[in-house]
Structure formats: C-alpha cells, structure tokens
C-alpha cells in the first residue's frame, strides 16, 4: 500500500520559513496530484496548494506569493517552501495524493491517499 509521510514541520516566529516534505514512492508513477492541507485547531481542513501530474500549480489566496510547492523527482517528494510566516498559517499540514492527470485539487474530498501530517505552531 502506498503511503505518504509529511515531514518538516516545527514552532516559528511570525516572519519566518519552513519546508515541508511528502514523501512517497508512488508520486511519479500512480499517484502523480499532489496536495497539501491544514487543518487549525477547531476549524475545517482547508486546501493550501497542489501540484498536478504535469507541474501545474495552485495556491489558495491566504499563501498566495507566500508558499511555493514543487516536485523533487530524484527523490520522489512534494515539497511546500512557506515563507512569511503568520500566526494563521498555525495548524496540522498535511499532504494527500490522488491518480488525477494534468490537473490537482485542493478539495479534501477529491483525495483518497493521506499522509498522518505534521505540526506547524507560527508563534512569537
């Protein structure tokens, strides 16, 4: 079974980066639409960016000239370069991966393969 595993995150100051990893054998071959998620404590999982099976992109409006997401293919991850950090970009990330071609998608439903995500805390 194919499995994702996210890794990078940490407790930042407002202002400041952080990269994130999804890591999955899987990602060049069956599983090529990449998305990341958050979810911050008491709110819906909400769409961040993604990455389709032909480098296509999308971020939502809140990390828009903020986070970049891009495909390593040597080492078969997804990774999400997030800076300017606010306390808003807080919560748990996580990245999902799913068979579409030549488009991605930051609606949770639209994915069926989760990673078990990873802590973000922005906080002076």
């Known amino acids: 079974q194919v499995q994702l595993v996210e890794s990078g995150g940490g407790l930042v100051q407002p202002g400041g980066s952080l990269r994130l990893t999804c890591a999955s054998p899987g990602f060049t071959s069956d599983y090529p639409s990449v998305g990341w998620f958050r979810q911050a404590p008491g709110k819906e999982r909400e769409g961040v960016s993604c990455i389709s099976s032909v480098d296509n992109t999308f971020y939502a409006d809140s990390v828009k000239g903020r986070f970049t997401i891009s495909r390593d293919y040597a080492k078969n991850t997804v990774n999400l370069q997030m800076n300017s950090l606010k306390p808003e970009d807080t919560g748990v990330y996580y990245c999902?991966?799913?068979?579409?071609?030549?488009?991605?998608?930051?609606?949770?439903?639209?994915?069926?393969?989760w990673g078990q995500g990873t802590q973000v805390t922005v906080s002076s």
């Open positions: 999902a991966a799913e068979a579409f071609t030549n488009y991605c998608s930051v609606v949770k439903t639209s994915y069926n393969l």
